[in-house]
């Protein structure tokens, strides 16, 4: 099956009432456990790849990976999607390598860390709808900030300084056209979001649903949606680690945000916490072992279990299977006609 756009599969998760989780990708392993969890929950699949991702495994090796993965499984649609896109350029270059989605965060300046005003990110944001859309490629924006630092790309700080005014939500959605929007809820990227199980003073679901009533038709992306779960934590510590006792969004909340048009969910740490679990205790256990696929093989399981667990949280487990996908070009010509236009003004007559 070719690569699907990310329209196409939000459109099909809001039919369903579900989300779908989108992992982050930076190697071949990574991908293999992607698609092991979504081989076994028959799941559709979003994989993306931050700028940081795409020079540490070189674009064209990452591209073919994702490529291949299309080819070892022609009955699952996956959404290949640049993360964090910090420029029209950076969005140019992943739409030319052939991703299907790309996320213009114009939250941010181009350096990626200082926030920029809400012109700028409007003006950017439209700039990359215009020229992806045309392609067929399809754009999330981001309104408010993210807290912390992915891979270089973060305003830092605390997810509570820059959070969605659902007002700006609506005029950002509607002067931009961007097909899924990012909002600023109180989460922030990595493992340290907060200091105990969050509650509304600082995961402030009532601005997401407060947003879902103003934007009923836009699909919604919760981004910093590790979970954190303390056994992945334990297992880190318990063989040499040295983590912070720290807690992520409960899955409990991302499924109240998904009841509340969420789509898409974000999710690098959880897997990253898997995989250093599963490679320090190999290397704890079995000090005399040096062939890289004896750590390698128990890693890529660990974060499969993590990636299948959330595909079946997020509901997307079970619908690989319920839909062609639409050719790149025909996206491109619906755009083109206006019958994909994802305005807010024009739900409703399309
Ligand atoms: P986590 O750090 O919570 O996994 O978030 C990842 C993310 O939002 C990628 O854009």
Request: hydrophobic share 40%; charged share 25%.
């Amino acid at each position: 099956m070719p690569l699907v756009t990310m329209r196409q599969l939000l459109d099909e998760a809001a039919k369903g009432g579900y989300g779908v989780g989108a992992f982050n990708v930076n190697d071949m392993e990574q991908i293999q456990a992607i698609m092991m969890a979504a081989r076994q929950t028959k799941s559709p699949v979003i994989a993306q790849a931050s700028r940081g991702a795409r020079a540490f495994a070189e674009d064209l090796y990452l591209f073919k990976l994702i490529q291949a993965a299309a080819e070892l499984n022609p009955d699952i649609p996956i959404a290949m999607h640049q993360d964090h896109g910090n420029s029209f350029e950076t969005c140019k270059s992943a739409i030319a390598l052939g991703y299907t989605s790309v996320m213009m965060d114009g939250s941010l300046k181009e350096d990626g860390k200082t926030p920029s005003t809400f012109d700028e990110n409007v003006d950017v944001t439209r700039r990359v709808v215009d020229y992806a859309h045309e392609r067929g490629v399809t754009v999330e924006g981001e309104i408010g900030v993210l807290g912390g630092v992915e891979d270089g790309h973060g305003a830092g700080g605390s997810g509570l300084e820059h959070i969605t005014d659902p007002d700006q939500a609506v005029e950002f959605a509607e002067r931009t056209g961007v097909d899924a929007l990012a909002i600023a809820i109180g989460t922030s990227h990595g493992a340290y979001k907060f200091n105990k199980k969050p509650d509304g003073s600082v995961l402030k679901m009532d601005v997401l649903i407060a947003i879902h009533k103003r934007l009923p038709q836009t699909h919604l992306v919760m981004h910093g949606s590790s979970s954190v779960p303390k056994e992945l934590q334990d297992i880190v510590n318990e063989y040499g680690g040295k983590l912070k006792q720290t807690w992520g969004v409960p899955v409990e909340e991302i499924q109240l945000g998904i009841r509340n048009g969420v789509r898409k969910i974000n999710v690098d740490t959880d897997n990253r916490l898997a995989i250093t679990g599963a490679i320090r205790k190999v290397f704890a256990e079995s000090p005399e072992k040096f062939d890289p696929r004896d750590y390698l093989k128990p890693a890529r399981e660990a974060m499969a279990k993590v990636v299948a667990a959330r595909m079946t949280e997020f509901g997307q487990a079970g619908h690989a299977g319920d839909y062609a996908p639409i050719p790149i070009s025909e996206m491109a010509a619906g755009y083109k006609s206006g019958s994909l236009d994802p305005r807010p003004s024009l739900a409703g007559t399309r």
